[in-house]
Nanobody
Framework: QVQLVESGGGSVQAGGSLRLSCAAS????????MGWFRQAPGKEREFVGR????????SYADSVKGRFTISRDNGKNTVYLQMNSLKPEDTAVYYC???????????????WGQGTQVTVSS
């Protein structure tokens, strides 16, 4: 079992920044992929980005590329989502997830955090 706990959500004006954290505990593997997803009211859950726990390679959705950055701290077992130049359309509940495969498909991630609300006002 893997436990994921997110923190760092909140409210910010457009153009502002937030950093989300995802602390992992339990049974993690070196080949684990950590993903960030978000879900806005009435919309499907969508891929934001992901990072390989080993090696640290990342990829991002086109909608956030150049604005969001994912990083990890192996010593703290924590993954971060730095969000800059936030837009109102970034408003959503953000989730971190862990899985064995590099994928943009949320269904392929086995473990999920509880989610944290991000609200961006214009």
């Amino acid at each position: 079992q893997v436990q994921l706990v997110e923190s760092g959500g909140g409210s910010v004006q457009a153009g502002g920044s937030l950093r989300l954290s995802c602390a992992a505990s339990g049974r993690t593997f070196s080949n684990t992929v950590m993903g960030w997803f978000r879900q806005a009211p009435g919309k499907e859950r969508e891929f934001v980005g992901r990072i390989r726990w080993t090696g640290g390679s990342t990829s991002y959705a086109d909608s956030v590329k150049g604005r969001f950055t994912i990083s990890r701290d192996n010593g703290k077992n924590t993954v971060y989502l730095q969000m800059n130049s936030l837009k109102p359309e970034d408003t959503a509940v953000y989730y971190c997830a862990a899985g064995p495969l590099v994928s943009t498909n949320w269904a392929l991630y086995n473990y999920w955090g509880q989610g944290t609300q991000v609200t961006v006002s214009s």
